[in-house]
């Protein structure tokens, strides 16, 4: 019986939006522009010139004069005059006068049998015959008139065409435009002085080109700058191996290791299969020996393990190009791979056999050979060898990827030692599938007690770092410490990890405790990098916590560390405080921080401290108020880390707050949802506190005083029961404003009095700055409002020296707003300026109420210096519109967002239809990018006006 096969459906779809020549185009254009012209377009396969030739066929400009087209596909035989023949069979109408000579084609253009004057009679002399049918070429390419002809890939045509094109090119018709497409160094023709020409010679695309390629096949609107910059190098920038590896990745989620892992194309594999097959046999084993191989190398190197005399050496065109120095290797990872793949199991097997004997190689390459040769000693031997040198060198990823392979595979002598190092070198950087390794160590394998707790201690400290599993990770840790009574240096780790506070509802009394037992360790400890890392985590926590003398201590560290590991803990330490800076509000100082931190995470290969680090940036850059490309650049870290739950929590909290200032409420509670911001037990409780102050400040923004009052109660139970009153600074005003419009006068005065308690003595300007708008909020609710005013001053004076400038402004605003209500009219002024900073910032929603204040008051209204006349352009205000309408916003959401009112939103989306020529307000998202392509150089801050 036959076996069962999956039934397979192949659909190719549209090609993808042309790309990255538009500069090449233009310029064959231009010669075209001026007949008579002859173009050759030339190119490595998959280069895009047939796409070139469908382009320029399909230009406006040619729209009103004949474009033919004929092709030269891969024969055994060429046909004669093929291309040119198949071009000119669709040329019968519109034709000119002809002479007799025309009929010479009657035999080879049936088609046209109607308006070719009949066949001559033939001719003795075969060459005398063949000069007739040139000559009639000549003059039916005439009688065309002006006309484009293109001819695809010239270099398979037959002799014949070669020598009609040089015929035509000693006196080319003169209303004639040709371009040829060949590959690179395959044809030239010489042309007439007066024949305007050109040779285009076509490379690589740029990374933008392939990423924009990349974001139209796909259906994203970005795509991060890692992935996009990868993408690049493994498709070497060739549009047929870009579009092919694109059309493999739909519906793939676009992680990190993704082209590590896809399989070759089908399309790609195929071709390069048949690029393979037409070499000649010592180039095909030339071809296979480099594939093996993996990576450059010189010819006599590849003769060698191809098994080819010195004299047989030959290379393949199109598959091996020279990399550098007389070394030769594959253009991209996928050609190696297409030609790897179809090596039989005995030929490859030989070949890695032999190539574990050439000199020179690395490690790792040994350690691949010697797998797939089927020598597991060595295969253990060399991939051992090579994670110890990946660590040293800091490449943490490759170090991992090596120690797994052989932690599965190891002996009962072996896998203790294995799997520490594994674990040592695992807590460096976020791989979800290390800790599952280390669970079925530890379930599987009978290990002694001391490398038990060394496994499990590396498996909590990974596990507290996995959404959801902070608390069983923090007892494997817990029950680590207690197995390794006997081994001191080994039991700090954990000790040290159970006291940072920053994640959780356990008590800062808890950690302290923790603490303690770290300080009493320390001094015995004789690791330096062990020592190194003890002294960062004391360092950042105690600036977590607002002590002020941590940052004292942090500048008495040495600058640099001798050995790795030590370099690693620095880096740690830079990133840590970096954090712990931007919530105690010295965000002059996490500035510093951050770029050095990302800097030595990197040199390092501590790629988790750098993760972490990257979220910082993006939330210290919300914070400043650097909100330009802030939503795409947070996705892109979120992109970079989708597994790493502090990393989603912050990156969403940072989302979140810019959607509520966008008035885009509903993806605002996603965001902060994403953030924990209704469950504080799971998260970092600093991003879980400031998530729930912005989700309280959405409720409040629709209303929702209910719903605002019970995200204060679940937050402000967190913040009581942490402790670390610190990182309650942006819930402090939040929870305040909450409680007192729902007169729950006793609780709003109990917190922000608690607070105030909490953070007494404390190195915190972020807190103190919460503390002067906590007591504003609470002064405004009872009608003081003139002291109220005072206070909100006060508080933005505090913030703006941060600087946040929009809590600035919104303590700007409020006291303008408090002394308007209590009737001084003189504050129109402030109210305005507070408006004019929401605007420079984006914030176009607060500055429309600012503006909305004023119209009341009869203080603000559209400058009438006379508005820009936009004509067929979007302007400013009907582009917020437009943006908002492709995110599917209904006229009410708009009017929220935009702070605005219904009638006003109406007139402006009739606007951007009739503009944008949408015919509907579905259709906006597919008209709206091409706009702002073209009205780019007029783009301007958002209107302050409805």
């Given amino acids: 019986m036959w076996p069962a096969v999956p039934t397979v459906v192949s659909v190719r779809p549209r090609p993808a939006a042309f790309s990255g020549r538009d500069r090449e185009l233009a310029a064959v254009a231009e010669v075209l522009e001026h007949r008579p012209a002859a173009v050759l377009v030339e190119g490595a396969p998959g280069m895009g010139k047939t796409r070139l030739l469908a382009e320029l066929a399909a230009r406006p400009e040619f729209s009103r004069i004949r474009v033919l087209r004929g092709a030269c596909p891969q024969l055994a035989e060429p046909f004669p005059y093929g291309p040119v023949l198949e071009a000119l069979r669709s040329a019968g109408d519109r034709l000119g006068p002809l002479s007799p000579v025309a009929g010479a084609l009657q035999p080879l253009l049936p088609e046209l049998a109607d308006v070719l004057p009949p066949a001559p009679e033939p001719l003795p002399d075969a060459s005398a015959g063949r000069h007739r049918v040139f000559r009639a070429f000549r003059e039916l390419l005439i009688a065309c008139g002006p006309t484009v002809l293109l001819i695809d890939d010239l270099h398979r045509a037959d002799p014949g065409t070669g020598d009609l094109l040089r015929f035509l090119a000693v006196d080319w018709p003169p209303e004639l435009g040709v371009v040829a497409t060949c590959r690179t160094g395959n044809s030239r023709v010489r042309t007439a002085p007066e024949v305007h020409s050109a040779q285009v010679t076509l490379g690589p695309l740029d990374a933008a080109a392939v990423t924009a390629m990349a974001c139209d096949l796909l259906g994203l609107p970005r795509i991060n700058a890692e992935f996009a910059a990868k993408l690049h190098e493994y498709t070497a920038g060739i549009p047929f191996v870009a579009e092919e590896t694109l059309r493999a990745l739909r519906g793939v989620e676009l992680t990190e290791s993704v082209l590590d892992r896809l399989e070759v194309p089908a399309a790609l594999q195929e071709s390069v299969s048949r690029q393979l097959s037409a070499l000649p046999k010592t180039a095909i084993r030339l071809t296979k020996a480099a594939a ?403 989700l309280i400040g959405v409720h409040l923004s629709t209303d929702d005083v209910a719903a605002a009052c019970e995200a204060a109660d679940v937050a402000v139970d967190a913040a009581r029961r942490k402790g670390v009153w610190v990182w309650a600074a942006s819930l402090v005003p939040a929870a305040a404003e909450a409680y007192t419009r729902a007169d729950r006068w006793h609780d709003a005065d109990a917190f922000v009095e608690e607070f105030a308690r909490g953070i007494e003595d404390r190195d915190a300007p972020l807190a103190a700055a919460a503390l002067h708008a906590g007591r504003a909020v609470l002064t405004n609710a009872r009608a003081k409002h003139l002291a109220a005013a005072t206070l909100f001053d006060t508080a933005a004076d505090a913030y703006a020296e941060l600087p946040m400038p929009y809590l600035a402004a919104s303590m700007r605003e409020r006291a303008a707003r408090c002394r308007l209500d209590a009737g001084q009219d003189g504050a129109t002024t402030a109210l305005s300026q507070a408006a004019a900073a929401y605007v420079q910032l984006g914030a176009t929603r607060d500055a429309g109420r600012c503006h909305h204040v004023l119209r009341e008051h009869g203080a603000w209204a559209p400058s009438q210096r006379g508005r820009r006349g936009y004509g067929r352009e979007l302007s400013p205000r009907e582009r917020e519109v437009a943006e908002m309408l492709a995110e599917g916003r209904t006229n009410r959401q708009i009017a929220d967002g935009l702070f605005l009112s219904p009638r006003t939103v109406e007139q402006h989306v009739a606007k951007v239809l009739r503009k944008l020529g949408a015919r509907s307000r579905t259709d906006v998202a597919r008209k709206l990018p091409s706009v702002e392509a073209r009205d780019n150089e007029h783009r301007v801050l958002p209107c302050s006006g409805g």
Avoid at 355 to 369: E, I, V, Y
């Fill in 292 to 694: 093996v191989l993996d990576l450059p190398a010189e010819l006599p190197v590849l003769n060698e393990l191809a098994g080819l005399a010195e004299d047989e050496i030959a290379l393949s065109d199109g598959l091996l190009d020279e990399v550098d120095d007389n070394r030769y290797g594959f253009r991209h990872p996928f050609a190696r791979k297409a030609v790897y793949d179809g090596l039989s199991a005995s030929e490859r097997k030989l070949l890695h056999t032999k190539a574990m004997h050439l000199p020179g190689q690395p490690l790792s390459l040994l350690a691949a050979h010697a797998h797939a040769a089927g020598c597991v000693e060595k295969w253990r031997y060399y991939a051992e060898e090579a994670a110890d040198e990946a660590i040293v060198n800091g490449d943490t990823a490759r170090a991992i990827d090596l120690l797994q392979a052989i932690v599965a595979k190891a002996d009962e002598d072996a896998v203790g030692r294995l799997a520490k190092k594994l674990s040592d070198v695992s807590l460096r950087v976020f791989r979800p599938d290390v800790h599952l390794t280390l669970e079925k160590v530890l379930e599987d394998r009978p290990l002694p007690p001391a490398v038990h707790g060394t496994i499990r201690l590396a498996l909590g400290m990974l596990l507290v770092r996995v959404a959801g599993r902070l608390e069983q990770g923090r007892a494997a840790v817990e029950r680590a410490v207690a197995e390794l009574a006997d081994r001191p240096e080994l039991a700090a780790r954990g000790i040290n990890l159970l006291a940072l506070p920053f994640d959780g509802l356990t008590p800062l009394s808890w950690h302290e405790q923790w603490m303690r037992r770290a300080r009493e360790v320390h001094s015995g400890l004789t690791d330096p990098e062990l020592r190194l890392a003890l002294t960062g985590d004391r360092i950042a926590t105690a600036a977590h916590i607002g002590d002020g003398s941590a940052w004292a201590e942090f500048q008495a560290m040495p600058d640099t560390a001798p050995s790795v590991a030590e370099r690693v803990q620095l880096a740690r330490l830079w990133c840590n405080l970096a954090d712990a800076q931007s919530w105690s509000g010295h965000l002059d100082r996490t500035e510093k921080l951050v770029a050095e931190g990302l800097r030595r995470a990197s040199e390092a290969g501590a790629l988790y401290p750098k993760g972490l680090i990257e979220g910082t940036e993006v939330r210290l850059a919300w914070f400043r108020g650097k909100w330009d490309g802030l939503a795409e650049a947070t996705e892109d870290v979120r992109t970079r880390h989708p597994a790493l739950g502090a990393i989603v929590m912050e990156t969403s909290l940072v989302l979140g707050g810019l959607a509520a200032v966008r008035g885009e409420f509903a993806a605002a509670r996603r965001h902060l949802a994403d953030a924990s911001a209704h469950r504080p037990g799971e998260g970092p409780i600093p991003v879980v506190l400031c998530a729930a102050s912005v």
